[in-house]
């Protein structure tokens, strides 16, 4: 009976379609992973798909850009990771028309804990949630820790965000590297690296377009064809507790993160 009764929800489970899974990431930090994570969650949500962020830094940058403060709040995801409670019970709803794990401190305690052969656990809670979705969207934490490898592990795609602003491109070489030696063959092998975005390029001075075209050089079109200008709306934005293209809807400068929804809309 116990047997049936699994085979039927498995059948049921397989006629849905889960959510793709998206990860932000790169291990250097302040590239624009979290801006770009939760601007992508208010687009594809105002174009109408189930969107789910998960935030999976202890610096919880993602939930406090959506006006939430992320310390009172239980359960959290320490709660999931000491599987006090299912990921299910986890999540709230944002005023912005997509769901949120919230981020927390104690994912630092979650970081230590953490040991080699449970880069798995973050997916097997996620699968629990994924046919509620159209995406899933993680904001991996900076560094190549646990939680950014469980990241890298749970997701079909990745988004790499390439601040467009020092000549040195070794955050996004490093990255590959990552996924090609180990994510690949340790982890994920079915991984797909959607693309390259640019982000923060300066219009006027600088180096922007000499390190978009440096990056065009070396890994061709996963260079992602859309530009994120450097300006202050998404500091702003970040103070005023909401994604920039909802705090700034016609601002011409979100208009490349209703692109890089689209480009996930396509391309996954
Ligand atoms: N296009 C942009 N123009 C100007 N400032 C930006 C832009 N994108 C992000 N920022 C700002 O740069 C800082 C770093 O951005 P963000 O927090 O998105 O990066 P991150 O990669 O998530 O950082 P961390 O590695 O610390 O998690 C923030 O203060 C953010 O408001
Ligand atoms: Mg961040």
Redesign the pocket.
Known sequence: MVGQGYKKRKTERQTMKDAKIISFSIFK????????AVNAAAALAQMGHKVLLVDL?Q?A?ATRHLGIDPEPITPNLYDIFVRRSPISLARRKTEFGFDLVPGHSLLAAVEEALEAGDEGLFKDFLSGIQPDYDYILVDS??GKAMLAISALTAATHVVI?LQAQRPALDGTHDIFRYIQDVVWKDFNPELKVLGILP??VRRLGGHSAGVINKARELWGNKVLPIE?????I??RS?DKGKPALVFSPRHKSVMPYFELAKIIHEKT
């Open positions: 930090g302040g590239t624009g992973k979290t801006t770009s830094d610096q940058s934490p900076p965000p982000t923060m994120v200008p450097e300006t202050v998404f500091p970040f």
